[in-house]
């Protein structure tokens, strides 16, 4: 990656790809982004929904398929994704290009279902980024050095973020979530919740684990500590309120961290 030029990776999924029409909201914020950012890459999840779809296809053809072809058939959400994402970019007069995890240089362990990323190696994402396209990757999914069609799990597109800023030395990680950030509470049942504007990477995770990873998977929040690469929580759609950003800081913080 050449010196001096910005870098920026961002995460859709879940609210930000729950539905056709929201791809198109989605192509107008990178779009905003690309004044500051000459190099942005997107990781994408599946759309809302799809995936519990084709576990459940699978399980009615196979009550226990085997994890090869379970691999082979989940990966298709993501890939399904990126491909719309391209498409209403391409609509608003973006060139952007798609890639499945493998074609993006995700390597990984062999254990289907729950691979673990053992390197990246982005050659074709930084060839897309060199003609100035915005390059969109499929989360969630790798490949094995045995050349097999891997998912990384729970969590796998947050991971998948992470992993890219680091190989790509990224500035910052952006996830758009529904919540839009890190709250003393459960901000969907207590309406006292106090959205967290700044964390370190390790009082992020220490709520993260205290909360079963509900807004940011602990792998990626590990991944990103060990790098100090910097992660801002963004709300999707987006509203006042600047999210919560995590870098390698020690601030005190103002409130206490997420009890429940």
Same mark, same amino acid.
């Given at each position: +990656?050449?010196?001096?030029?910005?870098?920026?990776?961002?995460?859709?999924g879940?609210?930000?790809v729950?539905s056709?029409?929201?791809?198109?909201s989605? @192509?107008e914020?990178?779009?905003a982004?690309?004044?500051?950012?000459?190099?942005i890459?997107?990781v994408?999840s599946a759309?809302?929904? +799809?995936t519990?779809?084709?576990?459940?296809?699978?399980?009615?053809v196979?009550?226990?398929?085997p994890?090869?072809e379970?691999d082979?058939?989940?990966?298709?959400?993501?890939?399904?994704s990126?491909?719309?994402?391209?498409? @209403?970019? @391409?609509?608003?007069?973006?060139e952007?290009?798609s890639?499945?995890g493998?074609?993006?240089?995700? +390597?990984? *362990? *062999?254990?289907?279902?729950?691979?673990k990323?053992?390197?990246?190696?982005?050659?074709?994402?930084l060839?897309?980024l060199?003609?100035?396209?915005?390059?969109i990757v499929a989360g969630f999914q790798?490949?094995?050095?045995?050349?097999?069609i891997?998912?990384?799990?729970?969590?796998?597109?947050?991971?998948?973020a992470v992993a890219l800023?680091?190989?790509?030395r990224?500035?910052k990680v952006?996830?758009?979530?529904?919540?839009?950030?890190?709250?003393? @509470?459960?901000?969907?049942?207590a309406?006292?919740?106090?959205?967290i504007?700044?964390?370190?990477?390790?009082q992020?995770?220490?709520?993260?684990?205290?909360?079963?990873?509900?807004?940011?998977?602990p792998?990626?929040l590990?991944?990103?500590?060990?790098?100090?690469l910097?992660?801002?929580?963004?709300?999707? %759609? %987006?509203?006042s309120?600047?999210g919560?950003?995590?870098?390698?800081s020690?601030t005190?913080?103002?409130?206490?961290l997420?009890e429940?």
């Amino acid at each position: +990656m050449p010196k001096n030029v910005k870098t920026l990776i961002m995460k859709f999924g879940g609210a930000s790809v729950a539905s056709p029409d929201k791809f198109s909201s989605c @192509a107008e914020l990178v779009a905003a982004r690309r004044e500051e950012y000459p190099r942005i890459v997107i990781v994408v999840s599946a759309m809302r929904g +799809m995936t519990e779809q084709l576990i459940s296809l699978a399980q009615e053809v196979h009550p226990a398929p085997p994890r090869r072809e379970y691999d082979m058939l989940v990966s298709v959400g993501e890939r399904i994704s990126i491909s719309l994402l391209a498409m @209403a970019l @391409a609509a608003q007069g973006h060139e952007a290009v798609s890639f499945t995890g493998s074609q993006s240089g995700i +390597m990984t *362990s *062999s254990h289907h279902g729950e691979a673990k990323i053992l390197e990246v190696r982005p050659k074709r994402i930084l060839e897309a980024l060199g003609r100035r396209q915005i390059a969109i990757v499929a989360g969630f999914q790798g490949v094995s050095l045995e050349r097999e069609i891997t998912t990384l799990g729970r969590g796998g597109s947050d991971t998948t973020a992470v992993a890219l800023g680091v190989a790509l030395r990224a500035e910052k990680v952006e996830f758009f979530k529904d919540v839009g950030g890190i709250y003393t @509470a459960n901000p969907k049942v207590a309406l006292d919740a106090e959205l967290i504007s700044e964390l370190s990477h390790g009082q992020a995770l220490e709520v993260v684990n205290k909360t079963g990873g509900q807004v940011l998977h602990p792998r990626a929040l590990e991944l990103a500590a060990r790098s100090g690469l910097p992660l801002h929580l963004r709300p999707f %759609p %987006p509203r006042s309120g600047s999210g919560t950003t995590i870098t390698s800081s020690s601030t005190p913080l103002s409130c206490p961290l997420y009890e429940k």
